[in-house]
């Protein structure tokens, strides 16, 4: 899996140190982004967070922090439509998805990023 860097607001996030984010691609080729919150000290497992509607990836930076605190990392999507993920109409604004199975490709991609990264095991 490709993975390249992507914005993140760590001052928005109020995270761990040393978080970021990625794009990476779904297999239909939509562009996703992903944010990887680290442990602090050794790790325990990795979590993987999955947000709301309308969410991002920022917006769990304090909850992340918590787990890197008990000595998880994080990993969280920006899911097709919401944050800075690509979007599947042309108007941005709308967070639309055809079928639900969108969703499985977008989590199958960060099982996938996940892998990639060689997070801690195991997933939660």
């Known amino acids: 899996m490709d993975l390249s860097p992507a914005p993140f607001h760590a001052d928005l996030a109020e995270g761990p140190a040393g978080a970021?984010?990625?794009?990476?691609?779904?297999?239909d080729g939509l562009r996703?982004?992903?944010?990887?919150y680290p442990a602090t000290g050794p790790a325990r497992g990795t979590v993987l967070l999955f947000p709301g509607r309308t969410e991002y990836i920022e917006k769990y930076g304090r909850t992340a922090a918590d787990l890197s605190r008990?000595?998880?990392d994080t990993l969280t999507i920006d899911w097709r439509g919401q944050g800075l993920a690509d979007r599947?109409?042309?108007?941005?604004?709308?967070?639309?998805?055809?079928?639900?199975?969108?969703?499985?490709?977008?989590?199958?991609a960060l099982c996938?990023?996940?892998?990639?990264?060689?997070?801690?095991?195991?997933?939660h």
Request: hydrophobic share 45%; with cysteine.
């Open 20 to 27: 970021c984010a990625y794009w990476i691609r779904a297999d």
């Open 32 to 36: 996703l982004r992903i944010g990887h």
């Open 70 to 72: 008990a000595g998880y």
């Open 88 to 108: 599947m109409l042309t108007d941005a604004r709308v967070g639309h998805i055809t079928l639900f199975t969108d969703y499985q490709r977008d989590v199958a």
């Open 112 to 123: 996938a990023a996940a892998r990639t990264l060689e997070l801690p095991q195991p997933l």
